[in-house]
């Protein structure tokens, strides 16, 4: 393996080609078991039950949770992140299957990557830099913060492999768009084009006492009738819960944050560091923030323990409620296991999104905790981290009509005003259109009783007017010819259209003066269609299992 290949090339060319090349980065992944595709009591049979397919190959739940390792790793050595950030995990864990998918999409367009390459990504880590060249120093700092836990030879060089294969085959696929000069100067034209132009808006408000007065007992019911879903009684869960707060380990935290772990911190967090006044931009010397990266590096030890022993607790409370005969068993259980570690157990009681009562972070795992298996996994915030108990719950339900008549009623209004809207809209833009030249900005003033008629400042694609419908009025401005009515386009309360009154386009020298920075933006958005068109043509090669997602 490459990273066992340096190790050796040390003996041969002594010190530096170890300090810049040879990197063994032990990570602590303990406690990383995000419920979903990486829990650990995944639903449908274990590790390796599959959760999907891609061109025809399954993936299992092991296959996700290796990613996601993998991914959490390549990403925080990549942007000098915290790997052990539960922001971090909780994104790799997201985009596990995404990443196979990729991979296997490389791996049929040949994409591979050297020993080399992954030797130059290591030594150029910014979390190893110093003044611009390597830092022995903070590399041991480094390495010493996270031995405890540890990720072995392989698992780094493959994630960094993996990482740079998946870089290689987004650079492949920009690397195939054309730019012509004449796109260049059609996009410069639609984005830097100056506009003039009246807008007029029609929202249900200005229509709301018409939609009432046309509206019966039995339109109302018969709305609830085919809108049924849009009325249930949400989710509700009875839980308790066990809480591992980050403060009750800082003592212990404390005894591994050292001086060399403080300053690798700064070196490579300066910018948390710098001050801009009067214009001049100063870097607070360390020994002025030391007791500050020192609570800081305390908390974020903390919290990694407190994730270890949360994962410890989730294990042992899984194992003895799994054996019990009765729900008041499992709570027994619960509560004996929690009390064996000195920690006391919240009866929440009922919760629901309509009364949440818990941190968001806890009420966004329990539609993923199974009835057969109540314990989650440890869900890291903040501050704590919780194992909770699914005590019970009660499925969404369909609400009776009486308990939602009132909702129902104004649903149902605005709804009808929204097409009036629509409707006055469409005949508005009509009437405009067929009105003479001279006389389309009086018409158009006209319709101040039932629209908001607008006349935005001088405006470009790329600074459109203020306000929900700037970038509409900004799109319709780019289709639409001086002195013509554009298209109607619905928007979120009722439709719109616009007035062209003038546009004023780039010069030649204008264009020129912008003409890089042009370049550069067309080619970005060319390039994020050609991601798209990739993205599709791979999304019809894959399989989720709804069962992926947990119960």
Not at 92 to 98: D, G, H, L, V
Not at 186 to 210: H, M, P, Q, R, W
Not at 366 to 380: E, G, M, V
């Amino acid at each position: 393996m490459v990273i066992r290949k340096m190790n050796s090339m040390f003996s041969k060319h002594g010190r530096w080609m170890f300090a810049v090349i040879t990197v063994v980065i032990i990570i602590s992944f303990v406690g990383f078991f995000t419920p979903g595709f990486t829990s650990l009591f995944a639903p449908g049979g274990g590790a390796y039950t599959p959760v999907g397919e891609v061109f025809g190959e399954k993936v299992t739940y092991e296959d996700i949770r290796i990613q996601s390792r993998l991914d959490a790793i390549f990403i925080g050595l990549s942007r000098n992140m915290d790997i052990n950030n539960p922001q971090l995990l909780e994104y790799a864990s997201k985009m596990a299957f995404a990443g196979i998918a990729q991979l296997k999409a490389a791996k049929k367009r040949g994409i591979v990557v050297s020993d080399k390459e992954i030797a130059d990504f290591l030594a150029a880590l910014p979390r190893f830099q110093k003044d611009g060249v390597f830092s022995m120093d903070n590399y041991k700092a480094f390495i010493k913060e996270l031995a405890d836990n540890g990720i072995d030879d392989e698992m780094l060089e493959k994630s960094v492999r993996t990482g740079l294969i998946r870089e290689k085959l987004s650079a492949q696929l920009r690397g195939q768009v054309l730019i012509t000069p004449d796109e260049i100067r059609l996009y410069c034209n639609d984005i830097n084009g100056k506009y003039s132009v009246i807008a007029a808006n029609f929202t249900a408000d200005k229509f709301e006492k018409k939609a009432l007065t046309s509206l019966s007992a039995e339109d109302v019911e018969n709305y609830f009738k085919a809108n049924r879903s849009k009325y249930m009684v949400p989710e509700q869960y009875k839980i308790r819960l066990v809480e591992f707060q980050y403060t009750d380990f800082i003592k212990d935290a404390a005894k591994k944050v050292d001086d060399a772990q403080i300053e690798a911190y700064y070196n490579a967090n300066k910018q948390e560091f710098t001050v801009t006044a009067d214009g001049k931009t100063t870097v607070t010397p360390l020994k002025d923030v030391k007791a500050k990266i020192s609570a800081k590096l305390n908390m974020r030890n903390a919290g990694a323990i407190a994730r270890k022993q949360a994962l410890v607790f989730a294990h042992e409370a899984y194992r003895r409620v799994s054996n019990a005969a009765s729900p008041e068993k499992i709570v027994a259980e619960f509560i004996e296991e929690a009390s064996k570690n000195n920690k006391d157990v919240k009866n929440i009681g009922m919760v629901s999104i309509d009364k949440p009562s818990v941190e968001p972070e806890i009420f966004a795992q329990l539609p993923k905790i199974s009835r057969n298996i109540p314990i989650s996994n440890p869900i890291p915030g903040q501050n704590a981290t919780w194992v909770v108990l699914l005590e019970d719950k009660i499925d969404a339900a369909q609400a009776e009509f009486d308990a939602v008549k009132d909702k129902v009623k104004k649903d149902l209004v605005h709804s009808k005003a929204i097409a009036l809207a629509r409707d006055a809209a469409k005949e508005a833009a009509g009437f405009v259109s067929e009105a003479k030249e001279a006389d389309k900005v009086a018409a158009l003033d006209r319709l101040a009783k039932i629209s908001e008629i607008s006349r935005p400042e001088e405006f470009s694609v790329m600074a459109p007017p203020q306000g929900e419908n700037g970038r509409l009025i900004a799109h319709l401005a780019t289709s639409t010819e001086i002195g013509a009515v554009s298209a109607v386009e619905d928007t979120r309360s009722g439709a719109m259209f616009i007035f062209v009154l003038d546009k004023k386009l780039p010069d030649e020298k204008d264009f020129e003066k912008m003409k890089a920075q042009i370049t550069y933006f067309y080619t970005m958005m060319k390039e994020n269609a050609s991601d798209a068109n990739f993205n599709a043509w791979l999304q019809s090669n894959i399989v989720e299992y709804q069962q992926q997602r947990g119960n």
